[in-house]
Each structure stands twice: as C-alpha cells, then as structure tokens.
Nanobody
Framework: QVQLVESGGGLVQPGGSLRLSCVAS????????MGWYRQAPGKQREFVAT???????NYADSVKGRFTISRDNAKNTVTLQMNSLKPEDTAVYYC??????WGQGTQVTVSS
C-alpha cells in the first residue's frame, strides 16, 4: 500500500509564498498522475493541480499563474510552489496519486 506524506504547510501573510512537498513510498512500478487538492472549512474538496509522469500539467483557474506543480519521478515526489497567496487559498491541502490514494493533508493558512 503506497503512502503519501506531505510537508511544507503553515501560516503566511497575503502575497506570500509556500512550498508543499509530497513523497510516495513504497512504490512498485510507475506513478502516472500525481496532484494536489484542497478542502476549505465547510466546503468540498476541490482540484488544485495535477501533473502526469511526462510532465503535462493542469491547474484550477483560481490558481493559474500563481501556483506551479512539479515532480521528480526518480524520487516519487511532487511539489506545489504557491506564490501570491490569498486568504481564499486557506485550506487543508492533500497530495493525490490518481485516482484514490491520498495523503493526510497539510494546513495552509493565509492571513494577516
């Protein structure tokens, strides 16, 4: 059973940056699509970004131009660089291996 461990969440002021990382272990074979989702209080979990093994990326409209997803296939890691953070980005962020493998989540709070 693959486990995902996230790190890098925290408290940041509006306009600031955070970098989330996620490592998958143990693994056998290829991991095709990895991604990040988030869930704000009182809301459903929503898509943030995904990246294929070949490096094809997709982003939610709300984060385009501010967030960048990347991965290291050799290390089975996926990273989310978040810039120009807004209060509405506050949520628990979850790492995902498509379709249904999830990390435990890491809290991101954007507040002054």
């Amino acid at each position: 059973q693959v486990q995902l461990v996230e790190s890098g969440g925290g408290l940041v002021q509006p306009g600031g940056s955070l970098r989330l990382s996620c490592v998958a272990s143990p693994t056998s074979g290829y991991i095709y699509v990895m991604g990040w989702y988030r869930q704000a209080p009182g809301k459903q979990r929503e898509f943030v970004a995904t990246i294929s093994r070949a490096g094809t990326t997709n982003y939610a409209d709300s984060v385009k131009g501010r967030f960048t997803i990347s991965r290291d296939n050799a290390k089975n890691t996926v990273t989310l660089q978040m810039n120009s953070l807004k209060p509405e980005d506050t949520a628990v962020y979850y790492c995902n291996i498509h379709p249904n493998t999830w990390g435990q989540g890491t809290q991101v709070t954007v507040s002054s």
